[in-house]
């Protein structure tokens, strides 16, 4: 079989998915042939999740029994929280969440079960309590006491309410809900990829969600909206823009919150969340920030070389100042990607078991090959004698100096 190296895959096609389609130059996302755009503006996140699970949008009657399921499994196993309260208070969200949801597994007796029926209430589960992962890790980080769940609110609002101990307003739980449906799936994205490489090896849905946990916090990944975030508090007001981002590009350094791997368009997510995200600023007195961002965005695209290389803003650049909007803590940005994306993942997950092929590529080797055995005593001489001249030049003058130090 001839092989192709690629690396970084950016243009290989590892899995099929009906879950969402993209189309990077153009700049459109669609979840099972639904605009990303018109389910923004007219659907939630609980419809969203189960569309995605479903490949169609539920009818009343369906929405309504999926609505109660998801609140019936918001409550957390008290020893699941025992455990949360041994993970240091100094440690980050999005580490407390990856031990958290390894953690869940150890409560639900299905967790080994990979029949669909037993997967499909696995990601139910992983969906309703993400939240309340989050919220709980954040109160017991603060000292606060826990909050126990709504079971009356949806997803939104119940995280809202275990997070502050206070009803949200309509407003607050809209928006957090918009950002939920922006970010529940996304192709093959690194930590959706992670989550079914974990589970193409029949291992179980906990661990493929722990592993897409984990490779989401990174800051090319789920990272960047607490980045961007920083980057606008660093930079403090609107007249001090020009010279920041001026001197981040004249160092060639990467603005947080632009670019994408597969957009080389506008990211459909952040042309919606823009406008979004100015009504959620102007709502909660945040106004000077959005004007930031907008002037951020106005410089980078204004440079040539960034738009010849289809350098835009994400969905991490605008959905950083509504979290912030709504009073969350910038360590919290990233947990709330996840908490969404959990449908996602899930979703691929049964999807790839539903086909499933090891996802198991090749590695080109580089390094030196058919070597003989050395003996222990022998070993350092022929580690010298395999570097270079150079090399073992300073290796003999790091020695002198070594010996003549004694
Ligand atoms: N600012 C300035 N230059 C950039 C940026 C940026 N944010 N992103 C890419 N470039 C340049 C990069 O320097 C490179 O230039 P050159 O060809 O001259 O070396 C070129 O664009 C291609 O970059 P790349 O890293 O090879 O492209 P990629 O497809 O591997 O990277 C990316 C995609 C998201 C990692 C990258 O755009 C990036 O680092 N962005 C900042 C982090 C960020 O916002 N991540 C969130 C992504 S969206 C949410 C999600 O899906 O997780």
Same mark, same amino acid.
Request: include cysteine.
């Given at each position: 079989?001839?092989?192709?190296?690629?690396?970084?895959?950016?243009?290989?096609?590892?899995?099929?998915?009906?879950?969402?389609?993209?189309?990077?130059?153009?700049?459109?996302?669609?979840?099972?042939?639904?605009?990303?755009?018109?389910?923004?503006?007219?659907?939630?996140?609980?419809?969203?999740?189960?569309?995605?699970?479903?490949?169609?949008?539920?009818?009343?009657?369906?929405?309504?029994?999926?609505?109660?399921?998801?609140?019936?499994?918001?409550?957390?196993?008290?020893?699941?929280?025992?455990?949360?309260?041994?993970?240091? !208070?100094?440690?980050? =969200?999005?580490? $407390?969440?990856?031990? +958290?949801? *390894?953690?869940? &597994?150890? /409560?639900?007796?299905?967790?080994?079960?990979?029949?669909?029926?037993?997967?499909?209430?696995?990601?139910?589960?992983?969906?309703?309590?993400?939240?309340?992962?989050?919220?709980?890790?954040?109160?017991? !980080?603060?000292?606060? =006491?826990?909050? $126990?769940?709504?079971? +009356?609110? *949806?997803?939104? &609002?119940? /995280?809202?309410?275990?997070?502050?101990?206070?009803?949200?307003?309509?407003?607050?739980?809209?928006?957090?809900?918009?950002?939920?449906?922006?970010?529940?799936?996304?192709?093959?994205?690194?930590?959706?990829?992670?989550?079914?490489?974990?589970?193409?090896?029949?291992?179980?849905?906990?661990?493929?969600?722990?592993?897409?946990?984990?490779?989401?916090?990174?800051?090319?990944?789920?990272?960047?909206?607490?980045?961007?975030?920083?980057?606008?508090?660093?930079?403090?007001?609107?007249?001090?823009?020009?010279?920041?981002?001026?001197?981040?590009?004249?160092?060639?350094?990467?603005?947080?919150?632009?670019?994408?791997?597969?957009?080389?368009?506008?990211?459909?997510?952040?042309?919606?969340?823009?406008?979004?995200?100015?009504?959620?600023?102007?709502?909660?007195?945040?106004?000077?920030?959005?004007?930031?961002?907008?002037?951020?965005?106005?410089?980078?695209?204004?440079?040539?070389?960034?738009?010849?290389?289809?350098?835009?803003?994400?969905?991490?650049?605008?959905?950083?100042?509504?979290?912030?909007?709504?009073?969350?803590?910038?360590?919290?940005?990233?947990?709330?990607?996840?908490?969404?994306?959990?449908?996602?993942?899930?979703?691929?997950?049964?999807?790839?078991?539903?086909?499933?092929?090891?996802?198991?590529?090749?590695?080109?080797?580089?390094?030196?090959?058919?070597?003989?055995?050395?003996?222990?005593?022998?070993?350092?001489?022929?580690?010298?004698?395999?570097?270079?001249?150079?090399?073992?030049?300073?290796?003999?003058?790091?020695?002198?100096?070594?010996?003549?130090?004694?």
């Amino acid at each position: 079989m001839p092989l192709n190296i690629d690396k970084g895959l950016a243009g290989t096609v590892a899995a099929d998915t009906a879950l969402s389609f993209i189309d990077g130059a153009k700049g459109v996302l669609e979840y099972a042939g639904y605009d990303i755009d018109s389910l923004a503006r007219s659907s939630n996140f609980e419809e969203t999740s189960w569309l995605l699970w479903n490949g169609r949008l539920p009818t009343s009657r369906e929405l309504a029994e999926f609505g109660s399921a998801l609140q019936a499994e918001y409550a957390l196993d008290p020893r699941l929280i025992d455990l949360i309260r041994t993970i240091p !208070r100094t440690a980050a =969200p999005m580490d $407390a969440l990856r031990t +958290s949801v *390894s953690a869940m &597994g150890h /409560f639900d007796p299905e967790a080994d079960d990979n029949s669909v029926e037993a997967n499909r209430r696995k990601a139910l589960r992983l969906v309703a309590k993400t939240p309340g992962l989050i919220a709980t890790f954040d109160r017991w !980080r603060k000292g606060k =006491p826990l909050a $126990a769940p709504d079971s +009356s609110l *949806s997803i939104a &609002g119940n /995280f809202l309410w275990m997070l502050t101990g206070a009803r949200p307003t309509p407003a607050m739980e809209r928006a957090l809900d918009v950002c939920l449906v922006l970010h529940a799936d996304h192709g093959l994205n690194a930590s959706t990829f992670a989550a079914r490489v974990t589970i193409s090896t029949q291992s179980d849905m906990y661990s493929a969600a722990t592993t897409a946990v984990g490779t989401l916090k990174g800051p090319l990944h789920g990272g960047a909206n607490q980045e961007v975030m920083e980057m606008l508090l660093e930079i403090g007001e609107l007249e001090k823009v020009d010279g920041y981002i001026n001197g981040k590009l004249a160092r060639k350094e990467r603005i947080m919150g632009f670019g994408h791997r597969v957009y080389k368009a506008y990211d459909p997510r952040a042309t919606y969340l823009k406008t979004f995200a100015r009504q959620v600023a102007s709502d909660t007195g945040n106004l000077p920030l959005f004007e930031m961002s907008r002037r951020i965005e106005e410089i980078v695209l204004a440079q040539p070389n960034i738009i010849e290389k289809g350098i835009f803003p994400n969905v991490d650049f605008y959905s950083a100042t509504t979290y912030y909007s709504l009073g969350l803590d910038l360590d919290l940005f990233t947990c709330m990607f996840a908490a969404s994306r959990m449908s996602g993942w899930t979703g691929h997950c049964i999807e790839q078991l539903a086909a499933n092929k090891l996802i198991r590529p090749h590695a080109d080797y580089t390094g030196p090959r058919g070597l003989a055995y050395v003996a222990i005593g022998l070993r350092e001489d022929a580690a010298t004698s395999r570097t270079s001249p150079s090399a073992r030049q300073t290796m003999s003058v790091a020695a002198g100096a070594k010996s003549s130090s004694m």
